[in-house]
C-alpha cells in the first residue's frame, strides 16, 4: 500500500499554511447513490447575461441522466475563501453557459450530504457527471485552473 501524506490548507488573510494529517480530499469515482438529499443554490445565466440564484434540490441536480458536468461547491457564508470562489464560479457558468450546473451545497444547512460526501475542508469542489464524482478540488483556486479541470471532462 502506498504511504502519503496528507495536507488541508489553513488560509490566514494570504498567509497559507499546510497542516499534515486532515482527512484527504474529493474521491474521484463516488457515487452520490444513498446520499441524503438538501436545498442548493444553482446558478443560472440570464438572458441579459447576469447571474441568478434559483433554488433546487441536490438529488435531482446531481442525479442527472444527462452528461452535463454539474460542478458542486461545498460552501459556508463564514468561510473567507469560500466567498472569494464564488464569483469565479460564476465567471466559469457565464463563460460556460449550459454546459454545466454549478450548485452551491451550504454545509452548514446540509450537514448530512457534507459528512456523507466526507467532505472535511471548504471549499471544496466536486465535479459530477450523471451521480458520480470525476474530478474535485479543495481550496481557492483560480479561474483558469478550474477551467483547464472542466476542459479536461467536455
Do not use: Y
Request: glycine share 8%.
Amino acid at each position: 500500500m502506498n504511504k502519503f501524506r496528507v495536507f488541508c490548507f489553513l488560509f490566514v488573510g494570504t498567509l497559507i499554511a499546510a497542516i499534515p494529517g486532515c482527512n484527504e480530499g474529493p474521491t474521484n469515482g463516488r457515487s452520490v447513490e444513498k446520499s441524503p438529499d438538501g436545498a442548493v443554490e444553482i446558478l443560472a445565466v440570464t438572458s441579459d447575461g447576469q447571474i441568478e440564484h434559483r433554488e433546487g434540490r441536490f438529488l435531482d441536480q446531481v442525479r442527472r441522466s444527462d452528461s452535463k458536468l454539474i460542478v458542486v461547491d461545498f460552501w459556508a457564508s463564514w468561510c473567507g475563501p469560500c466567498r472569494k470562489l464564488a464569483p469565479i464560479l460564476e465567471d466559469l457558468k457565464q463563460d460556460w453557459g449550459d454546459k454545466i450546473e454549478v450548485i452551491k451545497l451550504d454545509v452548514d444547512t446540509n450537514p448530512a450530504i457534507a459528512q456523507h460526501l466526507q467532505v472535511s475542508s471548504i471549499p471544496d469542489v466536486r465535479i459530477f457527471r450523471s451521480g458520480t464524482q470525476i474530478d474535485g478540488f479543495v481550496g481557492l483556486a483560480p479561474k483558469e485552473e478550474i477551467d483547464s479541470i472542466l476542459k479536461r471532462h467536455e
